[in-house]
């Protein structure tokens, strides 16, 4: 079993910048990708992006050039960099942990609010 911790949440301008966390623990050695996805209200979760065990990477266009998603193996954690925020990425955003059968556990989400 995997437990997924987002932080880094909040209120910025448009402009702005955030940087959100996901912190993984139990059984990790499962995990083949990282996802963050989002969800705005009234709308459908969506993938903002990912990164798999070996290094891949993949950004909807709609983030792509202004977000970056990594990770710290030392710390189990993946990151995602946020730059150039506008009202538009307003969502809660959440991690998810993809293992070889499928999603293995979800985040509890974390609110990003983009003011304008």
């Known amino acids: 079993q995997v437990q997924l911790v987002e932080s880094g949440g909040g209120l910025v301008q448009a402009g702005g910048s955030l940087r959100l966390s996901c912190a993984a623990s139990g059984s990790i050695f499962s995990i083949n990708v990282m996802e963050w996805y989002r969800q705005a209200p009234g709308k459908q979760r969506e993938l903002v992006a990912d990164?798999?065990?070996?290094?891949?990477?993949y950004y909807d266009d709609s983030v792509k050039g202004r977000f970056t998603i990594s990770r710290d193996n030392t710390k189990n954690t993946v990151y995602l960099q946020m730059n150039s925020l506008n009202p538009e990425d307003t969502a809660v955003y959440y991690c998810?942990?993809?293992?070889?059968?499928?999603?293995?556990?979800w985040g509890q989400g974390t609110q990003v609010t983009v003011s304008s």
């Open positions: 990164m798999s065990s070996s290094g891949g990477t």
């Open positions: 998810r942990a993809l293992g070889p059968k499928g999603a293995i556990s």
